[in-house]
């Protein structure tokens, strides 16, 4: 696992620890400094923040993915919906999930996994 601190200017340097991740990380004091998006919307959560952990594993060759987007939901659903490399990235996503839960809550459609996958990948699209 690898640890990263946020920058101010919202990017991000890794560090060589967990202990030096900790004292300077923020989790409780600066946890709002770590928000990218938190909203509520049709019984589901959405929370994007700067988690600062990097799962992936080591020796795969891909950019650390230190932002996560949890959707918590109506009986207990709780889901991590995706790891992201930088904060407009996060933002974007978060967004998009916060569309999709919209218009499906607008057409009455109801929400599933796979649909939220959709719009994840159609998201990451026209990031590119």
Not at 2 to 26: C, K, P
Not at 54 to 80: A, C, K, Q, S, W
Not at 94 to 112: D, E, P, R, W
Request: proline share 4%; hydrophobic share 35%; net charge negative.
């Amino acid at each position: 696992m690898r640890y990263y601190l946020l920058n101010d200017d919202r990017t991000f340097r890794e560090v060589d620890d967990m202990i030096h991740w900790a004292e300077g990380s923020g989790l409780v004091a600066g946890a709002e400094r770590r928000n990218v998006g938190d909203d509520e919307l049709q019984g589901y959560r959405v929370s994007t923040k700067f988690i600062g952990l990097d799962t992936t594993p080591l020796g795969m060759n891909r950019p650390p993915r230190p932002f996560e987007t949890m959707i918590f939901g109506p009986h207990g659903y709780t889901e991590v919906f995706g790891r992201w490399t930088s904060w407009a990235e996060a933002e974007r996503m978060h967004a998009t999930l916060m569309s999709y839960i919209f218009v499906n809550q607008v057409t009455g459609q109801q929400i599933t996994r796979s649909r939220m996958d959709l719009a994840q990948r159609m998201a990451r699209l026209s990031l590119e």
